[in-house]
C-alpha cells in the first residue's frame, strides 16, 4: 500500500498539532479557570509551543486526513482511526480516539474553536462530550438528526457561532443564528413563531459543501457556482449588496467561472478554477495585503497573476487561514512539487510563517518530489498549515 505524510507548521499551544503535552523541552503549565460554573483550562506560557518548521506529525502506510481544525482542537483520520488531538471543550488527553458504530465512519468535524460534534457517513449528528469518563466522549444526538431526518453532510460554524448545516444529500441548506438555535432545532422545526431567524434554502444544483469565516458562508456547488452569505464586514460576501444577507447568493464576479475548490477563514476567501490555472481571492487580510486582492467591499474578485509566466505550474489545492492564502502546486513540465503561502499578520512571524504580499516557498520534506511518484495538498486552520503528501 502506498504511503502518505502529514506535516504541521504553526501554532501548537494545545498540542492540536503534534497531539503531545510535551516538545522542544518545555513542559506545559496549566491551571484552571471557573466559568460559568464548567472548570475550563486556559494555558500559562510563553508562546514556545510553536512548529517554526514543518514536522511530520503521521507517516506510514495509510490515508491521513485532516477533518477539522480549531483554534485549540483537530480532528484526523489516521490509517481508519479518528484521533481528537489538543484541548476541546472542558476536558482532553493528548490523544483521543473516537470511536463510533461498527461500519460507521467520521465525515468531518463542527466547531470554531473546539470540537463540538461530529457528522457521520450515515447522516447523524454525534455531540462531543469531552468531559466524559467513559472510553468514548461522543453521544449521537438523535432527537437532531431526526429533526434533519438523517441526511446531513456537514455542519459548518461561524467565528460569531452563526451556523449553516448542509442536508437532504446536498439540495438544501439550513442556517441558524446560534448555537442554541441549533440545538433547539428538534423542539422548533415546525413551530414558525420560534424561527424567525432560522433560514432555509433548496437548491437545484448540489452543493458539495460548505465553509464558515469569522461572521460569513461560502459554499461551492457541483458545476462549480459560488455561493456567499452572512455578514459583509470587509467585503468577504463578493456581493454587490449592501450589507448582510440571509441566505446563499451566487457571486456574480463568477459566474460563467466553474470553480474546483473553495476555501475560507476570518475575513478572506479564495478559490481555485477547474482548469487550475487560475486563483481567485477577496476579503480582508490583517495588515499584510496580498498582491492582488480588491480593496474591501468591491464586488469584483482579484486574481493571483504571480504565476502567469510560468505555464507550466498548474495549482492543484488551495486553503485559507486567518489573513493567509496557501497553494500546492505542481510543475507539468518538471514534475517540482510546492507549497506557497502569501499574507498573513504581526503574529504570523512568531509562528515561523512567512509573512508576504507574494507567495514564497516553504520548504519541506516534500521539496524536490515528483507529481508522477507523489500527490500533495494543503489544510489550514486559523493559525496553523497542514501538508499532506501521498505516494501515487
Not at 486582492?293 to 488551495?318: R, S, T, Y
Amino acid at each position: 500500500m502506498p504511503s502518505a505524510w502529514l506535516y504541521a507548521i504553526g501554532l501548537d499551544i494545545f498540542s492540536q498539532l503534534t497531539g503531545s503535552s510535551k516538545h522542544n523541552n518545555w513542559d506545559y503549565t496549566l491551571d484552571r479557570a471557573e466559568k460559568n460554573g464548567k472548570k475550563k483550562r486556559r494555558i500559562v506560557g510563553d508562546g514556545s509551543s510553536i512548529l517554526a518548521r514543518p514536522r511530520c506529525i503521521a507517516q506510514g502506510e495509510y490515508e491521513a486526513e485532516v477533518l477539522w481544525v480549531g483554534w485549540s482542537g483537530t480532528l484526523l483520520r489516521i490509517d481508519g482511526s479518528v484521533e481528537l488531538r489538543g484541548f476541546s471543550a472542558y476536558e482532553t488527553d493528548d490523544i483521543k480516539s473516537l470511536e463510533l458504530t461498527d461500519g460507521v465512519g467520521v465525515v468531518g468535524g463542527f466547531g470554531w474553536a473546539d470540537l463540538l460534534g461530529i457528522v457521520d457517513s450515515c447522516g447523524h449528528i454525534w455531540r462531543c462530550n469531552p468531559g466524559s469518563t467513559t472510553a468514548s466522549i461522543l453521544q449521537i444526538d438523535s432527537q437532531l438528526s431526526a429533526a434533519f431526518e438523517n441526511t446531513v453532510k456537514s455542519v459548518a460554524i461561524t467565528g460569531t457561532e452563526q451556523v449553516a448545516v448542509l442536508h437532504d444529500h446536498g439540495a438544501s441548506i439550513t442556517t441558524f443564528s446560534s448555537l442554541l438555535e441549533f440545538y433547539a432545532y428538534p423542539e422548533t422545526k415546525n413551530n414558525l413563531t420560534n424561527a424567525r431567524s432560522r433560514k432555509h434554502f433548496r437548491h437545484h444544483q448540489q452543493i458539495t459543501y460548505i465553509r464558515a469565516g469569522e461572521a460569513h458562508f461560502v459554499a461551492l456547488d457541483l458545476g462549480g457556482q459560488v455561493y456567499t452569505w452572512g455578514a459583509n464586514l470587509h467585503g468577504e460576501l463578493l456581493q454587490p449588496l449592501v450589507g448582510s444577507i440571509l441566505r446563499p447568493l451566487a457571486v456574480p464576479a463568477l459566474e460563467g467561472t466553474p470553480m474546483r475548490d473553495v476555501a475560507t477563514n476570518g475575513f478572506l476567501t479564495a478559490c481555485l478554477s477547474q482548469d487550475t490555472k487560475d486563483v481567485y481571492i477577496w476579503g480582508w487580510t490583517p495588515s499584510t495585503r496580498i498582491i492582488g486582492l480588491p480593496n474591501a467591499g468591491d464586488d469584483v474578485a482579484g486574481i493571483i497573476d504571480q504565476f502567469d509566466e510560468n505555464e507550466h505550474l498548474v495549482i492543484e489545492h488551495l486553503a485559507v487561514g486567518n489573513g493567509f492564502v496557501v497553494l500546492a502546486s505542481s510543475d507539468s513540465q518538471t514534475g517540482e512539487l510546492c507549497v506557497w503561502v502569501a499574507g498573513g499578520s504581526d503574529w504570523m512571524n512568531m509562528l515561523g510563517l512567512p509573512r508576504s504580499e507574494t507567495f514564497v516557498k516553504v520548504n519541506g520534506e516534500w521539496s524536490g518530489k515528483r507529481r508522477d511518484q507523489y500527490e500533495l495538498s494543503v489544510f489550514c486552520g486559523s493559525a496553523s498549515i497542514f501538508v499532506r503528501l501521498d505516494q501515487k
